[in-house]
């Protein structure tokens, strides 16, 4: 095998490339203070989309209406409060890095519980060990989010992802306060 054929040994996927998935962080908040709606949910959220491509087009999904507990308020926001706390403890986790008290975690959390070893997808950069500590954490949370939302796709409707969504669920909030103003 060639020495420089990179695509056999992942060096063609870098984990700091997570950091892009901030735009999917922002722009929903921005869009949402801005204007006072969810067109950001509603019209450009890439993994709303895909479910409903897999769910709808590609037929994944049973198309059963989801449990009554999975649409209430107390489970929505009890969500957002948990995804918040796990959001908290990426950012503590990177701070540690930043501040020189914990080395490097190359790994990747799925569910914030098993552990993947990626250290294939990080190899040094001219960055910080932080930028890449936050890299990783933020690519757990996108990767566990599309997986969650991939499960209730194909248990439920295609888009039952978004009813329980933090970031729809944050967007909603902003919305309900700016149009009480």
Known sequence: ??????????????????????ICFFVPLIISIVKGNKSYCNR?????QLL?????????SR??????????????YGFLIFFLVMFAN???????????????????????????????????TLFAPWVAQFAFGFYSVMLTSTLLGLVTMILYRPRSWCVYCP???????????KNKA
């Open 1 to 22: 095998m060639d020495c420089n054929s990179h695509i056999f040994n992942f060096r063609f996927f870098n984990i700091l490339f997570a950091w892009l998935g901030l």
């Open 63 to 76: 198309k059963k209406d989801m449990p009554n507990f999975l649409k209430s308020k107390s489970f929505r």
């Open 44 to 48: 450009y959220c890439g993994r709303g």
């Open 52 to 60: 409903d491509i897999l769910g709808n087009k590609f037929k994944l």
């Open 167 to 177: 970031m729809g669920t944050m967007t909603q909030g902003i919305c309900k306060i």
């Open 90 to 124: 990426m950012l503590f986790s990177t701070y540690l890095v930043m501040a020189g008290t914990t080395d490097l975690r190359e790994v990747v959390k799925l569910l914030w519980t098993f552990k993947l070893p990626w250290n294939f997808a990080y190899h040094g």
